[in-house]
């Protein structure tokens, strides 16, 4: 018998199910309990669904009963980030305006999960309106790293990785604009799936900037990201930009192997302001890849350097025009004591949005107005293309793209105060986000403190399938996985 439910991968987990060792409610129990009693620490949660987590839970005890489990989800406790809408469950996106806000109905990838009956154990914690890289701009709480809790957990989607991290959570779904799920798993130590831009629905995620927006998942590891990606992945006839593409079976595809995989490493993502120790441990991870058969060139995306300035136009323009619906109207905060609409609008944004939404809506606007939009977003547009023509080109070449997911290991709170310091963490996966392609993070090493590095891997558009099967190869030939974060000195 299985003692300690909220250690298992989903495969893990639902494997116990089908034995029974374990059934979903017993292990929605204990994952209940753990988050009352260690998330006052850790903070990954915002809203925590207990009575509507015991409820799918029962049903899917009664389908393991009748021995017709609905699929590899079915029964898997999960935490969604707060950016997703969630019928009847209030949705933050992290902030104050939309604090009173109870959406009417699910988001695409939240109603698939439950259609699959996945157990939803409460939302995460976020940056507010998925703008940061370290949860810190959440307008409700501070999360921890499970690492290490004097550090963050990165951001946007730091209450999902944590809580995957600290075992809050078998996985979790994030979104990434410009690295959101990435970054907070290289951070945490965790597995996590950006998709290709239109390979899983944005139908009920809150906009931040619509071109560049995508679900992701983070898990335990790789096997777990191809079950929960399979999941949520397929055209949505809710969403325009969703793409109508077979999705393929990633798990059945993981174990194929890297023998004869062409790999390129950007020679731009090694330059200065890497951390060394973050350098040895991705070059000791593509050494392994190459000694698994894989071949490794050097290649070169030269636009790399404008990456960011390319991606802190777009996003916070789009972010502008996406938040201009806040307006205390429709939904949402309202601040009392306006004089007029214009005033009470003006009022409610001053009170409802913290200080780095406001900073993005007026970098956005100014680079939208008149006079400046073509020297600014026009510009910016031009440069996007010349960052996709130079993956395009990486592509003719190699298979995948090796690089760090982020230059350093997760950093102190409150270390990253300056907002341009910030956005220089997002250095090594705008660019992917920009050309719209899939990419992962997976853990490659430790620091000599202890902190998990993260792996990223970049793939062409829609070849998530290919992505995760080097990235399984590399878990399986590796050990890091074994080592976890001690939340507490007994469980
Ligand atoms: N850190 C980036 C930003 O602040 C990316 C955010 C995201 O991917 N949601 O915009």
């Given at each position: 018998m299985t003692t300690d439910l909220t250690r298992l991968t989903i495969h893990e987990l639902t494997g116990a199910y089908r034995r029974r060792e374990a059934t979903p409610t017993r292990a929605t129990e204990e994952y209940l309990a753990r988050i009352e009693r260690l998330d006052e620490q850790l903070g990954a949660y915002l809203t925590v669904t207990n009575d509507r987590a015991l409820g799918a839970a029962a049903a899917a005890d009664g389908r393991y009963r009748d021995g017709a489990p609905l699929g590899p989800l079915d029964g898997v406790p999960l935490a969604y980030k707060d950016v997703l809408c969630t019928q009847g469950v209030a949705t933050t996106c992290g902030s104050k305006i939309l604090e009173p806000f109870v959406p009417p109905y699910d988001a695409t990838v939240v109603a698939r999960l439950g259609v699959a009956g996945a157990v939803m154990l409460g939302k995460a914690n976020m940056d507010e309106f998925a703008m940061g890289s370290s949860t810190e701009h959440s307008a409700f709480k501070l999360?921890?790293?499970?690492?290490?809790?004097?550090?963050?957990?990165?951001g946007s989607s730091g209450g999902s990785a944590a809580a995957v991290a600290g075992d809050l959570a078998v996985a979790s779904l994030g979104t990434d604009t410009g690295g959101s799920v990435r970054q907070p798993a290289a951070f945490c130590g965790v597995v996590g799936v950006k998709p290709t831009y239109g390979r899983v629905s944005r139908y009920g995620l809150v906009a931040f900037a619509s071109s560049l927006d995508q679900v992701g998942c983070l898990t335990r590891d790789v096997r777990d990201a191809a079950l929960l990606l399979h999941a949520i992945a397929g055209v949505d006839p809710h969403d325009a930009t969703s793409v109508d593409e077979a999705v393929p079976d990633y798990a059945a595809l993981l174990a194929g192997g890297?023998?004869?995989?062409?790999?390129?490493?950007?020679?731009?993502?090694?330059?200065?302001?890497?951390?060394?120790?973050?350098?040895?441990?991705?070059?000791?991870?593509?050494?392994?890849?190459?000694?698994?058969?894989?071949?490794?060139?050097?290649?070169?995306?030269?636009?790399?350097?404008?990456?960011?300035?390319?991606?802190?136009?777009?996003?916070?323009?789009?972010?502008?025009?996406?938040?201009?619906?806040?307006?205390?109207?429709?939904?949402?905060?309202?601040?009392?004591?306006?004089?007029?609409?214009?005033?009470?609008?003006?009022?409610?944004?001053a009170a409802g949005f913290g200080a780095e939404v406001k900073r993005r809506i007026m970098l956005g606007t100014y680079a939208l107005s008149a006079g400046y939009y073509d020297a600014y977003y026009g510009r910016a547009q031009k440069v996007r293309t010349l960052v996709r023509r130079d993956f395009d080109a990486a592509f003719a070449h190699v298979d995948l793209l090796v690089a760090p997911t982020t230059p350093s290991v997760a950093f102190k709170h409150g270390d990253k105060a300056d907002p341009l310091a910030m956005y220089l963490n997002d250095v090594f996966t705008v660019p992917g986000s920009l050309a719209g392609l899939p990419a992962l993070s997976l853990r490659c090493g430790f620091n000599a403190a202890g902190l998990p590095i993260g792996l990223q891997l970049i793939g062409r558009p829609f070849d998530e399938a290919r992505l995760l099967r080097c990235a399984y190869a590399y878990e399986q030939a590796t050990d890091w996985r074994s080592r976890r974060p001690s939340l507490e000195t007994t469980r």
């Open positions: 999360t921890r790293n499970p690492w290490d809790l004097t550090r963050v957990p990165g890297v023998k004869g995989l062409k790999l390129g490493v950007p020679r731009e993502y090694f330059g200065e302001g890497l951390d060394p120790e973050v350098e040895a441990a991705v070059r000791a991870a593509i050494a392994r890849l190459r000694d698994l058969g894989a071949t490794v060139q050097e290649i070169s995306l030269p636009t790399t350097d404008y990456g960011l300035a390319v991606y802190y136009i777009v996003a916070p323009v789009e972010a502008s025009s996406n938040l201009a619906r806040y307006d205390g109207v429709k939904y949402g905060l309202r601040a009392a004591g306006g004089k007029d609409l214009i005033d009470m609008e003006s009022r409610t944004r």
